[in-house]
């Protein structure tokens, strides 16, 4: 079992950047391939960047691509969001994921294929 912390989020001005941590419990954080979802209010979970359990693969929504990136520190268990060129539509709470994986290459797109979650951490974006 692993336990997930995020950490990061706060009030930032549009065209900003910010990063997110995702700290992880245990001594197993290599077993996990990880992603970051988010939720903003009155809308359902998105899907926002996830990478392999190797960190040698990774993937981010449209939505954010070539704003956001995601990687890993496995020395430290930990798994960052830098985000930049936010934008007030970036506004949610953003929660990291870990998922148990046999794959060191594979990400996954979807929360149902999760096993672990964060509290999550809200990111404001003002104009």
């Known amino acids: 079992q692993v336990q997930l912390v995020e950490s990061g989020g706060g009030l930032v001005q549009a065209g900003d950047s910010r990063r997110l941590s995702c700290a992880a419990s245990?001594?197993?954080?290599?077993?996990?391939?990880m992603g970051w979802f988010r939720q903003a209010p009155g809308k359902e979970r998105e899907f926002v960047a996830a990478?392999?359990?190797?960190?040698?693969?990774?993937y981010a929504a449209d939505s954010v691509k070539g704003r956001f990136t995601i990687s890993r520190d496995t020395a430290k268990n930990t798994v960052y969001l830098q985000m930049s060129s936010l934008k007030t539509e970036d506004t949610a709470v953003y929660y990291c994921?870990?998922?148990?994986?046999?794959?060191?290459?594979?990400?996954?797109?979807?929360?149902?294929?999760?096993?672990?979650w964060g509290q999550g951490t809200q990111v404001t974006v003002s104009s």
């Open positions: 245990g001594r197993t954080f290599s077993r996990y391939a």
């Open positions: 994921a870990a998922k148990v994986s046999s794959s060191i290459i594979s990400y996954y797109t979807s929360s149902s294929e999760y096993d672990y």
């Open positions: 990478i392999s359990l190797s960190g040698s693969r990774s």
